[in-house]
Nanobody
Framework: QVQLVESGGGSVQVGGSLTLSCAAS????????LAWFRQAPGKEREGFAL?????????YEEHMVKGRFVISRDNPDNTLYLRMNNLQPEDTAMYYC??????????????WGQGTQVTVSS
């Protein structure tokens, strides 16, 4: 059973930074696209950053990240990262990682993590 486990969430003030991690255990997703999603209270879960297996393609929903987030991965360690800078209150959400199928699309998630909460306060 493959598991994705997020960590690194927490409470920060406006303008602060966090780095989220997503570790795969039980197997490897080194050949899959991986992505970050977030779900704010009362809203749907949305994908906003994805990365392909060799890290040659990184895609961001710019209206959400506004140049502040960087996705990366370490395949030997089976870990996905998200560096978030200049955090704003609207970034407050539960953050999830997901492994994607061969379509490499936010709509094609084959495995989810359990989520890590990010809270940004002024």
């Amino acid at each position: 059973q493959v598991q994705l486990v997020e960590s690194g969430g927490g409470s920060v003030q406006v303008g602060g930074s966090l780095t989220l991690s997503c570790a795969a255990s039980g197997s490897t997703y080194s050949g899959n696209c991986l992505a970050w999603f977030r779900q704010a209270p009362g809203k749907e879960r949305e994908g906003f950053a994805l990365i392909n297996a060799p890290s040659t393609i990184k895609y961001y929903e710019e209206h959400m990240v506004k140049g502040r987030f960087v996705i990366s991965r370490d395949n030997p360690d089976n870990t996905l990262y998200l560096r978030m800078n200049n955090l704003q209150p609207e970034d407050t959400a539960m953050y999830y990682c997901g492994a994607l199928d061969t379509a490499c699309s936010f709509a094609r998630v084959i495995s989810w993590g359990q989520g890590t909460q990010v809270t940004v306060s002024s």
